[in-house]
């Protein structure tokens, strides 16, 4: 069976400090994506990654992808409020055609001034 | 502008009724997918389409009708089959090929009175 697993769930966090969000997934992947949710609206891409090894970084986020542990990492840098969203990660599955993708629950990430 | 429309963006639904929610793409993407949304929850694959006239079940088919008539359009039928309908409703696109991103509409909330 196809899982991906985030963790944590809900993060709590003081601005100015750092974290890491964590993506675990079952079995080997083509293709991890990190996306962003704000409440009651749809996803925001955020990074792409493709390769093992693979680091991408686009202001206070950086996302990582080691494929032979399975496990992708996003992490926070200095958080400020506007930060707080919804992330997601999702993996596009060896052998799933196109782009489909298995979401993990997310992770509900709450700074606070 | 390219994008994916998705409509409406609130749907009210009676108990035994069947709605059908829209999503039109002006990509010129070949795949499309809906996906469901619950409340503090990852994304569901309902069905995805990578062919005008084909399309396959994902992983929460039951109760739910697709049809691929056109290229830009992908509407999924929510039946009086599906007992709880209420979620929060994501389409999306993309090109066949890999190590492309999926596109994201800005959902439907649907809600059963």
């Known amino acids: 069976e196809l899982k991906v697993e985030q963790n944590p769930l809900f993060l709590s966090m003081q601005e100015g400090k750092n974290y890491t969000i964590y993506c675990n997934y079952s079995?080997?992947?083509?293709?991890l994506y990190w996306y962003r949710q704000d409440p009651g609206k749809s996803l925001e891409s955020l990074f792409v990654?493709?390769?093992?090894?693979a680091v991408k970084q686009e202001g206070r986020l950086m996302a990582s992808l080691d494929t032979k542990a399975r496990l992708s990492t996003l992490h926070i840098t200095a958080a400020v409020h506007d930060l707080s969203a919804t992330y997601f990660c999702?993996?596009?599955?060896?052998?799933?055609?196109?782009?489909?993708?298995?979401f993990g629950g997310g992770t509900r990430l709450m700074v606070k001034p | 502008d390219g994008g994916i429309t998705q409509s409406p963006k609130y749907l009210f639904r009676k108990e035994g009724q069947n709605v059908t929610l829209s999503c039109e793409q002006n990509?010129?993407?070949?795949?499309m997918y809906w996906y469901r949304q619950d409340p503090g929850q990852g994304l569901r694959l309902i069905y995805y389409?990578?062919?005008?006239?084909?399309?396959q079940k994902g992983d929460i088919a039951e109760g739910y009708s697709v049809s691929r008539e056109k290229k830009e359009s992908f509407p999924l039928t929510v039946t009086s089959a599906q007992k709880n309908p209420t979620a929060f409703y994501l389409c999306?696109?993309?090109?066949?090929?890999?190590?492309?991103?999926?596109?994201f509409g800005q959902g439907t909330r649907l809600t059963v009175v």
């Open positions: 999702a993996v596009a599955f060896s052998g799933n055609a196109g782009n489909m993708l298995t």
């Open positions: 079995t080997t992947s083509d293709r």
């Open positions: 990509l010129n993407h070949d795949a």
């Open positions: 990654l493709l390769s093992n090894g």
């Open positions: 999306a696109s993309s090109p066949l090929w890999m190590n492309t991103e999926a596109f």
């Open positions: 389409s990578q062919i005008v006239n084909d399309f």
